[in-house]
């Protein structure tokens, strides 16, 4: 099996439409898995809250890598975790998707999103530019990546706090408070 280049550049969600301030993005929990027939997963929870007195409504952009180092986007679903009768999801293409987040004056909402990317090369990455686009930091990044367990990890972005092995799948995880960093991290 090739070794994996793992270049994770946490958090991305870049903004479709103009800024709010009203609007904070402040905390993702994500898993990436890179499974034995080079599929690339990654499922998240992406926490939003409402700073302001109104409903906001407003739609954003998610982006996915873009290189010839990746295949096409086999898989995208978007969920408000609150409310399964809603679909976010506006639009979607290879660069990325549109999706509509919706929150109550003064509340809090978690969406869920996940997609399947096929990798034609020995690294994966996940981009992290969000924090630099909202101009304010995450209260928490929670993160985990899980491999076959006959994969070598050249490099990963941060230093984690826990590795193990399960059921024949490696496993490294951790905690980090994210900056507001000013290009790709690496």
């Known amino acids: 099996m090739p070794r994996y280049?793992?270049?994770l550049c946490l958090v991305f969600l870049v903004i479709f439409a103009l800024f709010s301030?009203?609007?904070?993005?402040?905390?993702?929990?994500i898993v990436f898995e890179i499974s034995e027939n080079s599929i690339f997963s990654v499922s998240g929870d992406y926490y939003f809250r409402n700073?302001?007195?109104k409903h906001i409504k407003q739609l954003l952009f998610y982006p996915f890598p873009l290189d010839t180092l990746y295949?096409?986007?086999?898989?995208?679903?978007?969920?408000?975790?609150?409310?399964?009768t809603k679909n976010p999801l506006i639009r979607f293409n290879q660069k990325g998707a549109s999706f509509?987040?919706?929150?109550?004056?003064?509340?809090a909402k978690i969406y869920h999103?996940?997609?399947?990317?096929?990798?034609?090369?020995?690294?994966a990455e996940y981009i992290l530019l969000t924090t630099h686009n909202w101009k304010e930091s995450f209260?928490?990044?929670?993160?985990?990546?899980?491999?076959?367990?006959?994969?070598?990890?050249?490099?990963?972005?941060?230093?984690?706090?826990?590795?193990g092995i399960f059921n024949s799948k490696k496993s490294i995880s951790g905690t980090k408070r994210i900056s507001c960093p000013t290009e790709i991290l690496s």
């Open 100 to 107: 509509l987040v919706e929150i109550p004056p003064k509340g």
């Open 21 to 29: 301030k009203d609007l904070s993005f402040f905390q993702e929990d």
């Open 71 to 84: 295949g096409k986007i086999i898989q995208i679903k978007i969920e408000d975790t609150l409310d399964s």
């Open 113 to 123: 999103i996940f997609y399947q990317q096929k990798i034609k090369s020995n690294q």
């Open 139 to 163: 209260e928490v990044v929670n993160y985990q990546l899980i491999t076959p367990e006959t994969m070598d990890i050249i490099f990963f972005s941060y230093e984690p706090d826990n590795f």
């Open 5 to 7: 280049f793992i270049l």
């Open 51 to 53: 700073n302001s007195a």
